[in-house]
Nanobody
């Protein structure tokens, strides 16, 4: 099996920063280039925050451009999200998403973490 786990969420004041991390582990043969962060606020649909595209380029949601930075390391098994200049509207549960091929299986599948809460308030 494959496990994906986020860490680094918390409560901060407007203007402060947080760094989220997500680690993929377990029976992994390979990790696809496409991976990213999404978020869901109460009463709203899940939305893209930042993502690595199949080309390796990055794509950001309009509301976070210039403030958030996605990065990865460890053969794409560790993914980070640096969040600066946080705003109350960034409050949400943040999820990481990988596309992983398990050993012994032919096709990659989408794997989601359980989410980590980020709260920005005065």
């Amino acid at each position: 099996q494959v496990q994906v786990a986020e860490s680094g969420g918390g409560s901060v004041h407007p203007g402060e920063s947080l760094r989220l991390s997500c680690v993929a582990s377990g029976n992994i043969f390979s990790v696809n280039t496409v991976q990213g962060w999404y978020r869901q606020a109460p009463g709203k649909e899940r939305e893209l925050v930042a993502r690595f595209e199949s080309t390796g380029d990055t794509k950001y949601g309009d509301s976070v451009k210039g403030r958030f930075t996605i990065s990865r390391e460890n053969n794409k098994r560790l993914m980070n999200l640096q969040m600066n200049s946080l705003k109350p509207e960034d409050t949400a549960v943040y999820y990481c998403n990988f596309h992983i091929t398990e050993r012994g299986r032919g096709l990659p599948r989408s794997v989601w973490g359980r989410g980590t809460q980020v709260t920005v308030s005065s």
